[in-house]
């Protein structure tokens, strides 16, 4: 069964540091998403891309985020410079068509230190 | 901003109970998810709802989705210990998913 994958499982960053989340999504998937959420909090939604770019963010996703499809296959969530508020799981997402039940990766815990 | 509100918020019942949560908002969705999430893993779709009054079952788990589409029920029955977990709300807007809190159930053995 194709299921959203997501590397590295675990990211340990100094304060300041850019880190690159990387994620693969389901192939046939047209609308990918991200979402973070801060330990014992709600899932909270990030960011949708479609089409190579961005199809509506979050007041969470101000300037220090990116995100980009640089290939056919990998989805990357950029933080620039982190803060120690950064610290959550970040969950990739796809969903084969608009509206349509998305399909979650296992998620990324991030560090900041 | 649509804000979806679950109750209750933690659940702990015996092996056999019958039970219900419930996830509600006073905006209208398109459509609205269930999903489970286990400790330090991503939320695992169970449905999708879309028409209102729509009624589905999943083996032991029976979702509804209000006639407004605003609210949604998740009802189990005979409960299991392999069901405990925390069940997630999620609602679709325009490009987005506001997820609710999320109920955590307990089911004791």
């Known amino acids: 069964e194709p299921e959203v994958t997501q590397t590295p499982s675990h990211q340990v960053t100094q304060m300041g540091q850019e880190v690159i989340l990387r994620c693969v999504p389901i192939?046939?998937?047209?609308?990918f998403y991200w979402y973070r959420q801060i330990l014992g909090q709600k899932v909270e939604f990030l960011v949708s891309?479609?089409?190579?770019?961005?199809?509506?963010k979050s007041e969470i996703f101000d300037d220090q985020f990116s995100v980009e499809r640089p290939d056919g296959s990998n989805f990357t969530l950029k933080i620039r410079s982190t803060k120690l508020e950064d610290s959550a799981m970040y969950f990739c997402?796809?969903?084969?068509?608009?509206?349509?039940?998305?399909?979650f990766g296992p998620g990324t815990r991030l560090t900041v230190l | 901003t649509q804000l979806l509100e679950q109750s209750p918020q933690f659940l702990s019942i015996q092996e056999g109970e019958n039970l219900t949560v419930y996830c509600n908002s006073s905006?209208?969705?398109?459509?609205l998810q269930w999903y489970r999430q286990e400790p330090g893993e991503g939320p695992v779709l169970l449905v999708t709802?879309?028409?209102?009054?729509e009624v589905k079952k999943l083996k032991r788990l029976t979702f509804q989705f209000g006639d407004a589409r605003k609210d949604s029920s998740l009802h189990i029955t005979a409960a299991q210990p392999g069901d405990t977990g925390l069940y997630l709300c999620?609602?679709?807007?325009?490009?987005?998913?506001?997820f609710g809190a999320g109920t955590r159930l307990t089911v004791k053995p």
């Open positions: 709802v879309v028409t209102g009054g």
């Open positions: 891309f479609y089409n190579n770019e961005i199809s509506e």
């Open positions: 999620a609602g679709a807007g325009n490009n987005d998913m506001r």
């Open positions: 192939s046939n998937h047209l609308y």
């Open positions: 997402a796809s969903s084969a068509s608009y509206r349509n039940e998305q399909f």
């Open positions: 905006s209208v969705f398109s459509s």
